[in-house]
């Protein structure tokens, strides 16, 4: 038996027992089903600034959740350890939509406002993200979703109706580059705009030095984000050395502050971050 995931663009053809190029589905029973669901290996009850979100509910916390998987293959991810692995090598938290909704409603005194789905792509975990969210605002708490916003628009816009924000890395604004990192530029732009239609939106864009880093480029991306609503903030953000790009030198701070400046031409609010 065999089956095609629809969940993203990559729309992987399985064989039985065969996992997606995301390494978090697998084909069981001729049917695509999540194999990372309820598996945690990232929990943390983190600052919603930390997302990065500035405009959501500031000085607010966020019960944290990670899995394991991703469908783009960043060579400078900061999340590596846990994105690009299958989980077998990994130590896992199994954690029910149950539990882990009781657990954020425990953590309300310290701060906690919801939870968010991030550290790896957690949308290649689409069941558990969307079973979590029901429950969560069934009791009060908000969903935010960290995500690389490479998914097919039709499952995105199902799992909108329970999520209060999200924070979409936007790579670069030039298609060569996207297909570098295994995606499309067109995909990402579709889901920032579907999602800025119904949610509160940010956008995040890690300046690679040498990849994303020209100026006609921040211009040309942030125009774009004006013409869907000039008020989504947009964070610009310095590389560090990671992954497969460890010999590379970070970001100089005076580029993210020159970029941050010019896309302010355009846009309402800008970030620097990691600066």
Wanted: contains cysteine; proline residues 5%; glycine residues 6%.
């Amino acid at each position: 038996m065999s089956a095609t995931c629809a969940l993203c663009p990559h729309h992987c053809s399985l064989k039985e027992g065969q996992k997606g190029l995301c390494k978090a589905r697998i084909c069981l029973n001729g049917e695509i089903i999540s194999e990372s669901y309820g598996k945690l290996t990232a929990l943390a009850l983190d600052p919603v600034e930390k997302k990065p979100l500035k405009r959501f509910h500031p000085g607010k916390k966020l019960l944290s959740i990670g899995s394991y998987g991703c469908n783009l293959r960043c060579p400078f991810c900061q999340n590596a350890a846990i994105a690009a692995s299958k989980g077998e090598d990994l130590p896992i938290t199994q954690m029910q939509p149950f539990e882990l909704v009781d657990l954020a409603c425990t953590l309300k005194e310290q701060g906690n406002i919801g939870i968010a789905y991030t550290y790896n792509e957690p949308l290649v975990g689409y069941e558990y993200v969307s079973d979590c969210a029901k429950m969560a605002h069934a009791h009060g708490l908000y969903n935010v979703v960290v995500t690389n916003g490479y998914i097919c628009l039709e499952p995105l816009k199902e799992l909108l109706a329970h999520i209060d924000a999200l924070n979409i890395d936007l790579k670069g604004f030039i298609e060569s580059y996207y297909k570098e990192l295994g995606g499309d530029l067109k995909t990402v732009k579709a889901s920032i705009a579907a999602v800025a239609r119904v949610c509160h939106v940010e956008v995040s864009t890690l300046i690679v030095p040498g990849k994303n880093d020209s100026e006609t480029e921040i211009n040309a991306l942030s125009a774009w984000l004006a013409s869907v609503r000039p008020d989504i903030p947009l964070h610009i953000l310095r590389f560090f050395p990671s992954y497969k790009m460890q010999n590379s030198a970070p970001t100089p701070i005076a580029t993210i502050y020159k970029l941050a400046e010019l896309a302010r031409k355009h846009l309402k609010y800008v970030y620097e971050g990691n600066c």
